[in-house]
């Protein structure tokens, strides 16, 4: 093990938040070990803000949640506490053992009926040092100390900060059959901290990123999220189609679509992420998947046409049910989200209307704000004329971003 000594690392204590110092000084104080660790320590070498704040101790889940009041018990696989504060949430879990018999075995693979046998064989309790073996990059498992205010490090994490490489612990085609979901992570973060993918990292990834096809889709949405919604989402996409992940990730850009809609759906996704990369105010899920589905929900709307003789209203309000609901089986999207989802493409046609003064009063929410925004790709990517006379008329009365 390596320790860095407090005059030889950049963290200060006043950038870690005061609700995960004060869990570690409790922790700390009846005698358990207690330390941050995950993104919290990688960030802050690194002088960034960290998105959240992970502890790792040798206090059990139930241990935890008998010292603080305000913990929920969470997880099948591995429970974890969260510690529920006002204005974040603090992830503290138990210093985890890499279990060998479950080395070869995926673990996503197992039946629902078998749950119990999961949470046993992954509820293998360790040692600090069997916990930093099992996180997924050597970055991400770097243990920062409030006692001695020294960094532990047990797989070569410090070297990889400043050296800038992205390095899966371990035998990396092993790690990623244990979870697929590690490829992903290695995208992300290399995109995201601007570091180079280390070779034997990197080398097993287009070979085995069909394995993402089993990965439950509510695992899968949480990580789309994570990929494109927080500032790098062009660059991410990018580099995920590089790596042949982006048709796992999402399905329905392998649909054969109609010729015009499959160039359409290209470029709303590439104008879209980068307008979300520069856009605080536009992250979020529900317009991220407005854009990614709307060129399905269009050509669903031709076939449907061409089928019946219902008029276009009942047809796009049809086709937005169906292409809803198959895509949240598909790419797990949830129900909340799928309702905004539904708000953003109704108002498309409300927008429409504006000019005409044909329509009910709009409410200017978030919904009308992401609904004018996809009003304003569209025009750019389909260069319609009618579309444009709308944009127009339309931006003399509301700003676009
Ligand atoms: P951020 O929160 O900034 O996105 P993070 O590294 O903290 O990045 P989290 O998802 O919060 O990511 O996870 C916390 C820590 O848990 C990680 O740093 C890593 O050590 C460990 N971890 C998360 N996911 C995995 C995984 N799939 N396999 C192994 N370890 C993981
Ligand atoms: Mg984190």
């Known amino acids: 093990m390596n320790l860095i000594i407090k005059k030889n690392h950049n963290i200060s204590q006043k950038k870690i938040s005061r609700n995960a110092m004060k869990v570690l000084y409790r922790l700390n104080k009846l005698g358990y070990e207690a330390y941050l660790v995950g993104g919290g320590v990688r960030d802050l070498l690194l002088g960034k803000k960290p998105k959240d704040f992970d502890i790792a101790t040798n206090a059990r889940p139930s241990e935890i949640r008998k010292l603080f009041k305000n913990c929920r018990l969470i997880g099948r696989r591995f429970i974890i506490a969260h510690l529920i504060f006002k204005s974040e949430i603090i992830e503290v879990s138990t ?7 479950i080395e070869n075995k995926l673990l996503y693979n197992y039946s629902r009926k078998k749950k119990n046998r999961i949470l046993l064989l992954n509820n293998t309790f360790g040692k600090i040092e069997e916990d930093a073996y099992r996180r997924d990059l050597t970055v991400n498992a770097l243990y920062y100390s409030i006692q001695d205010f020294g960094i532990r490090d047990y797989v070569g994490g410090i070297k990889d900060i400043k050296s800038k490489q992205i ?5 990396a085609e092993k790690r990623y059959k244990e979870d697929p979901v590690r490829m992903l992570r290695v995208i992300r973060f290399s995109v995201r901290l601007r570091m180079n993918i280390d070779k034997k990292t990197e080398k097993p990834i287009i070979q085995l990123s069909h394995l993402l096809k089993k990965i439950p889709s509510a695992r899968l949405f949480n990580e789309s999220i994570k990929l494109f919604c927080f500032g790098h989402g062009y660059l991410t996409y990018i580099q995920l189609q590089k790596y042949y992940l982006i048709s796992f990730l999402l399905p329905f850009l392998c649909k054969t679509l109609s010729k015009k809609n499959s160039i359409f759906l290209k470029n709303i996704i590439i ?16 317009f991220l998947f407005s854009l990614f589905l709307w060129y399905p929900l269009t050509d669903n709307i031709k076939i449907l046409s061409t089928k019946t003789t219902l ?5 796009y309000s049809l086709s937005m049910h169906y292409i809803l609901k198959k895509y949240s089986i598909s790419i797990g999207i949830p129900k909340n989200i799928s309702l905004k989802i539904e708000k953003i493409w109704n108002l498309q046609i409300e927008i429409e209307k504006i000019k005409k003064n044909k329509t009910k ?12 925004e996809l009003l304003y790709l569209r025009s750019k990517i389909e260069n319609q004329i009618k579309l444009k006379r709308i944009i127009l008329s339309l931006n003399k009365k509301y700003i676009f971003s």
């Open 311 to 315: 008029n276009y209203f009942k047809i």
């Open 361 to 372: 009063k709009i409410i200017k929410n978030n919904i009308f704000y992401y609904s004018l």
């Open 271 to 286: 104008y879209g992420l980068k307008k979300i990369d520069s856009s605080m105010k536009i992250r979020c899920p529900s």
């Open 95 to 101: 210093f985890r053992a890499h279990n060998r018999n």
């Open 167 to 171: 390095r899966l612990i371990g035998n």
